[in-house]
């Protein structure tokens, strides 16, 4: 189970940290992703993170800005947002799986998503 946190609202060129909890064992077995869905589009790629942290892979349009990280003692992935636009207001779900993976159909678990909105 994933349980995701960290939304809120800031103004246009702040940040925002969203973490992810994942329940049960084995976490650090997982890919971790984060995606978003604003509202009237469909889910999108965000940020994905590899089994030890090493390996990350961004969106194009968070590249720069966005960071992904995990904390495998505490069962935690984050997002760190710096430089936020009011395009990136969105919902934003952490997901877990066992691919190095961009598509969210290959994650196979999904936390509930935090909503992130972005004033400007």
């Known amino acids: 189970q994933l349980q995701a946190s960290g939304g809120g609202l800031v103004q246009a060129g702040g940040s925002l940290r969203l973490s992810c909890l994942a329940s049960?064992?084995?976490?650090?077995?997982?890919?971790m992703g984060w995606f978003r869905q604003a509202p009237g589009k469909e889910r999108a790629f965000v940020a994905r993170?590899?089994?030890?942290?090493?390996?990350?892979f961004y969106a194009d349009s968070v590249k720069g800005r966005f960071t992904i990280s995990r904390d495998n003692a505490k069962n935690t992935v984050y997002l760190q947002m710096n430089n936020l636009r009011p395009e990136d207001a969105a919902v934003y779900y952490c997901?877990?799986?066992?691919?190095?993976?961009?598509?969210?159909?290959?994650?196979?678990?999904w936390g509930q998503g935090t909503e992130v909105t972005v004033s400007s």
């Open positions: 049960g064992r084995s976490f650090d077995l997982y890919v």
């Open positions: 993170l590899s089994r030890s942290g090493g390996g990350t």
């Open positions: 997901a877990a799986g066992t691919r190095f993976t961009t598509r969210d159909y290959e994650f196979d678990y």
